[in-house]
């Protein structure tokens, strides 16, 4: 069992957690992520680790109430436990000094961003965030990037915080203002992932993506988390999470992850009348 | 029911649900002998002084000696008997092909029905259990401590055989449940979990730590561990990394592979979907590649979980299936269809959807390397099904984690782990390896052997013999 050390609402459906899981956070780097379970009956829910804390043995998650599972995590307080917690799963980032970085988080992706961005930072690269959200509300973790970025861009698509627009907007004006670029890391919905690729691709900047497919076991097992990466299948939980954004086949992504669109809305159904019975 | 003088040359039917009735649920098919039919079966044996079944055996069972204990219906003897060489009878006694093994050395063979080994095996084993199960004295513990890597039926083998020997054992399963492919594989209505999990409590029983959620190369490294202060590690994460065809397609939503769609049915109990909540979709029309018994098993799933047509498609003829002989019949008896020499050449989509399968006749060609008549197709031949759904059933390949996270550990053909097949001492000093990891995909019993043989070498080298 792990014990849920910390909770905090990050707005009113993004929630943080941190778990004591010293022997994952001892090893976790930044781009890896964790499987959880939260009991028996659960499913295995992959996330991507937002922070580790080696000394206190904790490692962090965020993530977004959507479905049923998300939704009755975020039911769990401090001092609960989940059953199961497997990690540090996948790839690390390739973390070294590049130059100029620009990472990019969008909505909840603003979580798993922090990390790499900080390491990007420590490795010396010169950091330039941008982060975006509906609107200030669920806007996040702004103190934590700006303390690991030269500059911190922040935009809202209502403009209630920040700069009204897209954070592709922002890597626009950054990319015609000439500036020298070296790399470029992003997470977030797809759509904003594949966005960003199309921006960079035609400037020739190497371009990170961290993807989410679905997937059962997180080791390499079951395969269903393959994603078209240039002429080859990749297996997102082994190979990557990150992949190199001019080659990935995002249409393909997209399509995947509505696999089990009925069946998720299925689920929650079960379980809010189960809830309202119980 | 009297003893007769002259032998029976048929062997006790076994009793299984009808194919009508078990296709609509996941409970057990077959439903085992009753006290009176394993008596009777044991009274056929000739009690052979050579023993030509347990040398079939590769666990080598003193097969006569726990026969002879049923004939005297001592069955918790018989099973103790069985438990002194193997650990998982309840298991082996279900999944393990007996009719190439134990059986197929069978003297009664050549003038009827050889003895039902496999079936008394499991007799004894369930009569163990229900009456509980009596845990062995365990000798004086001793200060090497040896790690597992993997909890599949090598793993386990080697865990139970180095604790009755008092060494101290940690067994490391990267899923949540121990077991490997006996519990995430193999369907519960072949081999019930709860049955997996009495055979697991029992080697918990002789003093084995496990731990789940830990994925060895990721929260340790093998070299980590060696530091740690494990004197000796045994390596059976099995061949987990499954195979696909690399034809157009593949990667559209209804595409499975045979681990996945076997891993979300059986360990993840899609089919109590949303009792549980991880789903799985199976249309009406659901094709299955391959000709395993991992095929069979998908097929008889997809069955189970709703499919009114099942294909198996295979490119061979049924002669040349891989799959238990008993297995195709219980999924055609269930309603499977074979599609012989024919194999897919593309996956058409809607939608992101599968929507067809064009497939591709063969006829059969002269013997390749493996002996088997090498399918080659018909020019022309192309013919398309409509599929809601296609599991890739071609195998799997050895996950390369280990051997990527341990440098000094040699690797063959398609990144199995190079081991001495005596003793599964790899090129690393201390660590051992046996199953799939190093054979690649074979069977339950195989994985067992080599986990016997490492276990007794570890034992060895630990005592500074070798």
């Given amino acids: ?278 | 029911m009297t003893t007769k003088k002259t032998r029976k040359k048929t062997r006790e039917v076994m009793q299984t649900q009808q194919p009508k009735v078990r296709v609509h649920n996941f409970d057990e098919v077959a439903l085992g002998y009753t006290e009176e039919q394993a008596v009777a079966e044991a009274e056929r044996c000739l009690n052979c002084k050579k023993k030509p079944c347990s040398n079939g055996c590769p666990v080598g069972v003193d097969i006569p000696g726990f026969i002879e204990l049923i004939r005297e219906k001592d069955f918790l003897g018989a099973a103790k008997k069985i438990k002194e060489s193997n650990n998982l009878p309840a298991i082996c006694g279900r999944v393990c092909p007996q009719e190439e093994q134990c059986e197929k050395n069978c003297i009664l063979g050549k003038k009827g029905e050889p003895l039902a080994i496999g079936r008394l095996e499991r007799f004894v084993a369930d009569r163990e259990r229900e009456c509980g199960v009596e845990m062995p004295p365990l000798p004086e513990p001793q200060d090497k401590k040896v790690a597992v890597v993997g909890s599949g039926p090598a793993g386990l083998t080697v865990a139970a055989d180095l604790a009755k020997l008092g060494y101290g054992v940690t067994m490391f399963e990267a899923l949540h449940d121990p077991g490997g492919v006996l519990i995430y594989g193999i369907p519960q209505f072949r081999l019930p979990k709860e049955i997996v999990k009495g055979e697991i409590d029992y080697i918990q029983g002789l003093g084995v730590d496990l731990k789940v959620d830990s994925l060895i190369g990721r929260i340790q490294s093998v070299d980590e561990l060696l530091a740690d202060g494990y004197d000796a590690i045994f390596i059976g994460t099995g061949a987990g990394l499954p195979n696909f065809m690399d034809i157009p397609g593949e990667n559209l939503n209804g595409v499975y592979s045979a681990n996945e769609f076997l891993t979300r049915t059986n360990l993840m109990k899609a089919y109590q979907f949303p009792e549980y909540d991880t789903p799985i979709k199976v249309g009406k029309r659901t094709a299955v590649i391959g000709g395993g018994n991992v095929a069979m098993d998908s097929a008889r799933c997809a069955l189970r979980l709703g499919a009114k047509e099942v294909y198996i498609i295979y490119r061979r003829s049924e002669k040349e299936m891989p799959a238990r002989a008993e297995e195709i019949e219980h999924a055609v008896e269930e309603g499977v269809k074979l599609k012989l020499l024919c194999a897919p050449t593309r996956i058409i989509g809607e939608d992101g959807w599968v929507k067809a399968l064009e497939c591709i006749n063969f006829e059969l060609g002269e013997a390749d390397e493996s002996g088997r008549r090498r399918p080659v197709p018909i020019k022309g031949s192309e013919f398309i099904m409509e599929m809601d759904t296609v599991v890739m059933a071609i195998g799997n390949s050895p996950n390369p984690l280990i051997s990527q996270t341990t440098p000094d550990l040699k690797t063959g053909w398609r990144g199995v782990l190079v081991a001495d097949p005596e003793t599964g001492l790899t090129t690393k000093p201390g660590v051992y390896a046996g199953g799939d990891i190093v054979t690649g995909a074979a069977t339950v019993i195989s994985a067992m052997g080599a986990g016997k043989k490492a276990a007794a070498a570890i034992d060895r080298y630990l005592k500074g013999d070798s």
């Fill in chain 1, 1 to 278: 069992m792990y014990r849920i050390i910390e909770k905090k609402d990050l707005s009113s459906t993004i929630k943080l957690m941190r778990i004591a899981a010293p022997e994952i956070a001892k090893k976790a780097q930044a781009g890896q992520f964790v499987i959880l379970r939260i009991h028996n009956h659960g499913e295995r829910i992959p996330m991507t680790i937002a922070d580790y804390d080696r000394v206190q043995g904790t490692i962090t998650i965020v993530f977004q109430v959507v479905g049923k599972s998300t939704e009755e995590l975020a039911t769990l307080k401090e001092g609960d436990s989940i059953l199961n917690f497997l990690g540090p799963l996948g790839q690390p980032s390739e973390i070294k000094n590049y130059g100029k970085a620009v990472c990019i988080g969008g909505g909840v992706g603003v979580a798993p961003i922090y990390p790499i961005a900080r390491s990007l930072h420590e490795a010396g690269n010169k950091v330039i965030s941008i982060i975006g959200a509906r609107n200030d509300k669920m806007l996040f973790y702004k103190e934590e990037m700006n303390s690991v970025s030269e500059h911190l861009h922040i935009v809202t698509d209502d403009g209630s915080r920040g700069k009204q627009g897209l954070v592709t907007d922002i890597l626009c004006d950054l990319l015609e203002s000439g500036e020298q670029i070296d790399l470029v890391f992003a997470i977030g919905p797809v759509p904003m992932m594949r966005a960003v690729a199309e921006l960079t691709r035609g400037y020739g900047i190497k371009t990170f993506v961290s993807l989410n497919p679905i997937m059962v076991d997180g080791t390499g097992m079951c395969g269903g988390c393959r994603v078209s990466v240039g002429e080859t299948s990749k297996f997102a939980c082994i190979d990557g999470p990150d992949f190199d954004a001019h080659q990935v086949d995002f249409d393909q992504l997209l399509e995947r992850q509505k696999m089990y669109c009925q069946e998720e809305q299925d689920s929650k159904e079960h379980w809010h009348q189960c809830n309202c019975r119980g």
